[in-house]
Every structure is written in structure tokens, then in C-alpha cells.
């Protein structure tokens, strides 16, 4: 298999990941889409990989908050 398409399951791999390239969060584990440092990481990059983001994170008011002081324009995700 090809290291692009392999689960990114170590938190320090996945945060230098993200904050390279955003849409990484899609290739890192459940666990560390679940885990808001990582989320908001990608999120900044851009406000587009909210959908990434586990659903728990997706529906968390606590996430949501720090998502939309990071980014304005994440509140467009919180209500879709």
C-alpha cells in the first residue's frame, strides 16, 4: 500500500500532517479525528475539513466555539 493511503494513527504524525496539508485529517485514525487539537490543526488550514472531523466533534459545542473563534466562517458548518 502506498503512504498515502495509510491510517495516520500517532497524534505528533497527525498534527504535522495537518497543519501541512488540512484534507490529512481524512487520512488520520477515528480516534484523532475525535480529538479537537488535531481537528482545529486541519481547520485552520481550512474551514472545509470540519467534515472530517468526527461526528462527535461535528455536534460538540465546546469544538464548535473554538472552531468559529479560529475561523469565522465555521459557523456556516455548525448549521448544516
Same mark, same amino acid.
Given at each position: ?27 488520520? &485514525?477515528?480516534? *484523532? =479525528?475525535?480529538? +479537537?487539537?488535531?481537528? $482545529? /490543526? %486541519?481547520? @485552520? #488550514? ?7 472531523? &468526527?461526528?462527535? *466533534? =461535528?455536534?460538540? +459545542?465546546?469544538?464548535? $466555539? /473554538? %472552531?468559529? @473563534? #479560529? ?10
Amino acid at each position: 500500500a502506498s503512504s498515502r493511503t495509510e491510517i495516520i494513527r500517532d497524534k505528533t504524525a497527525a498534527l504535522l500532517a495537518v497543519r501541512k496539508c488540512g484534507s490529512e485529517l481524512k487520512r488520520v &485514525s477515528k480516534d *484523532l =479525528q475525535n480529538d +479537537s487539537e488535531v481537528a $482545529l /490543526a %486541519a481547520l @485552520k #488550514q481550512d474551514v472545509d475539513n470540519f467534515w472530517y472531523a &468526527s461526528p462527535n *466533534l =461535528q455536534t460538540n +459545542s465546546d469544538f464548535l $466555539l /473554538a %472552531a468559529v @473563534k #479560529q475561523n469565522g466562517h465555521a459557523i456556516r458548518c455548525a448549521f448544516q
